[in-house]
Each structure stands twice: as structure tokens, then as C-alpha cells.
């Protein structure tokens, strides 16, 4: 798609203190605006507020689950506001962005202020999600196309409906996921691009400017990345410890099962951003995750790396199209 003279917007998952939908809104507003002749780009800076109450650090009560998280929160309050305020901090330095808005009306009357809006990347089309909202289908905009949009992992025929509907408003689609594109393309009539996360639109060198390259951690260390701390992939980690000499094994905080991490023996480091979250990757004797940009990052910084995560009940670790899709891509599939 040619993007020359353009004004253009995202709307994307940028704002969740979350270090992967920090880098992926980071490199395609990088690569649009250094790849392209004379084209703006601004992220919608749309955060509804139920994405507001998921990443806040104290959590309205409505469970016991909530009163928990809470004390945690209040136990470690001061590196969590740390975080808080670098994710904070990073995005006003780093992103150029519009107004903040939070209602689907605000976002949409912003995106009609420019000459095309891209959704993507990352799950802004997973209708399950807690922070999905119909502002990521960009109703009423003419001018719109996706880039490596994501649905998550577990497509099923209702979401399908609402999806494809959404989708024959825009110009272009393509999605991150070959499932996705496959389930989608036998639900229409339309052709759809599979592509690469933003991530990978960058070079290793590209992300330099992010994060300074003085050693956070002195000592040698094995980088654990996950969002569930799922037991079997904490497990898989520390044997990968224990074939590399009983070597140090660290996690930044991605959410409040980090404690479950402590019985192993594995070191949580509560006030981890972007930034330091770059600085761990590059130096790191190994890293070992179940999420998308943790494997995604490592492959980027060309680091030794092991897919971990829940078992089935074959032995093998569950399927996930996300990480299958790029481990296959770059020939990594025994990565597992």
C-alpha cells in the first residue's frame, strides 16, 4: 500500500502497561514514518476505561481474587508505581499521539480527521478480550485498512460473525496469524495477507535508542518471560537452570500470578518497563517464554531461547498460532 503525502492515525493496544503492545505500537509508527515519503502518523490514543481498570495497580473490588491482587499491590506499591510511571513516561518520549480519549464516539471523531487509519497490531479484534471495544472496527471511517491485526487464539463462529462483518468495511486486511487468515477467508469472499508482527518491521538496532546498554543485572541469569506464570512452563524453566550450572533465573512483573514464580526460586522484578525489558533480553544467557514477544524478542536480538507454557496431554506444549506462526516462519519450530 502506498502511503506517500498521507496523514495517517493507529489505533492499536498501546497504552497497557504491557511491554509488547508498547514495542509493536512503537516499530510500525517507526517504520511508517522512516520508510515512507512525507507521511505523519499519530496513535488514537484510545484508552477505554475498562482497559484503564485492568492495568491500574489497585483494582476495584468485585471478588476475592481483587482483594488479593490488591494486597499484592499494596506489599510491592512502590515498585509498581515505578512501573507505572516509566510505561508512563515512555510513551509520552516515544509515541506521538492524539488526544486521550475513552469512549468508541471520541476515538471515531478523531480518526476521521485523517487521510487513513490503520488498525494494528496486536489482539484489538479479540471480542473476548477485557479491553476489546468496537472503536478497533473503526465504525463509520471510509479510509481504513489493518495491519497484522490480531484475534487472538481461539476464533469461534459468533466472534467470526461479528469479525467479518466489521471487516468488509475496510480497504485492506492483513492479520498476524495464518488460522486467522484462514478462518477468516472461508467465512468470506475476500483474500487475506498474512503478515508479520510490527515487531519484526525493526532491526536490533532500530530499538537501541530505547534502552541503555550498561548491564541492568551484573550476574549471569536466565530470562523468564511469561503473562500467566503458568507451573509447567516455571518448571520447564528451571530445568533449563539446572543444564546451564544452576544459573539465575529473573522475571520481570506481567501480572499478579508473578508470586507463584517465588516457590521456584525465581527472583520477580516488580518495576520492569520497556526499557529494561530490552536491556534484560540483550543480556541474558537464554530466555525462556510463553508469550508472543517474548519469543518474538529474543529472535530480534538473536538470543538463545526455549519456548515454554502448559502441556497437553500428549507431553507436548499446547498449541498457540501466534507462537507457532513465527517459530515456523523463521524455522524454530524445534524451539519447544
Given amino acids: 500500500m502506498a502511503l506517500n503525502n498521507m496523514k495517517t492515525a493507529t489505533i492499536t493496544f498501546h497504552a497497557p502497561n504491557n511491554n509488547g503492545s508498547f514495542l509493536q505500537a512503537y516499530a510500525l509508527q517507526k517504520y511508517i514514518t522512516t520508510h515512507f515519503d512525507n507521511v505523519e502518523n499519530e496513535i488514537i ?6 482497559q484503564q481498570q485492568q492495568y491500574a495497580i489497585f483494582r476495584k473490588i468485585h471478588s476475592k481474587k481483587d482483594i488479593l491482587r490488591n494486597l499484592i499491590s499494596f506489599w510491592h506499591y512502590k515498585a509498581l508505581s515505578k512501573r507505572f510511571l516509566a510505561f508512563s513516561e515512555m510513551r509520552e518520549k516515544y509515541l506521538k499521539m492524539t488526544k486521550r480519549c475513552t469512549t468508541t464516539e471520541e476515538a471515531i471523531k478523531i480518526a476521521g480527521n485523517y487521510d487513513l487509519v490503520i488498525a494494528g497490531s496486536d489482539q484489538i479484534w479479540n471480542t473476548t478480550a477485557r479491553d476489546f471495544s ?9 479510509k481504513k485498512s489493518t495491519y497484522a491485526v490480531s484475534c487472538g487464539s481461539h476464533l469461534n463462529e459468533v466472534d467470526c460473525d461479528r469479525i467479518c462483518s466489521a471487516m468488509e468495511t475496510f480497504e485492506n486486511v492483513s492479520v498476524r ?16 495477507e498474512t503478515v508479520l508482527d510490527p515487531a519484526f518491521l525493526l532491526t536490533k538496532e532500530d530499538y537501541s535508542g530505547l534502552y541503555d546498554k550498561e548491564r541492568i543485572l551484573k550476574e549471569k541469569y536466565i530470562f523468564l518471560y511469561t503473562i500467566n506464570y503458568d507451573e509447567d512452563a516455571l518448571k520447564q524453566t528451571v530445568r533449563v537452570a539446572e543444564r546451564l550450572g544452576g544459573c539465575k533465573i529473573v522475571t520481570p512483573f506481567t501480572g499478579y500470578s508473578a508470586i507463584k514464580a517465588k516457590k521456584y526460586g525465581i527472583k520477580v522484578m516488580w518495576d520492569v518497563a520497556p526499557d529494561a525489558f530490552l536491556n534484560l533480553i540483550e543480556n ?17 536480538f538473536k538470543k ?10 500428549t507431553g507436548k506444549i499446547k498449541k498457540d498460532d501466534r507462537i507457532d506462526n513465527i517459530l515456523n516462519w523463521c524455522g524454530l519450530s524445534n524451539r519447544n
Fill in 45 to 50: 490514543d484510545f484508552q477505554p476505561e475498562s
Fill in 134 to 142: 468496537e472503536a478497533f472496527f473503526l465504525p463509520g471511517i471510509s
Fill in 304 to 313: 538463545e531461547f526455549y519456548r515454554v507454557g502448559a502441556m497437553d496431554q
Fill in 284 to 300: 541474558a544467557e537464554c530466555v525462556c517464554s510463553n508469550s508472543f514477544h517474548g519469543i518474538a524478542f529474543s529472535i530480534i
Fill in 177 to 192: 496469524e495464518i488460522d486467522t487468515r484462514e478462518f477468516l477467508e472461508k467465512h468470506t469472499k475476500r483474500s487475506i
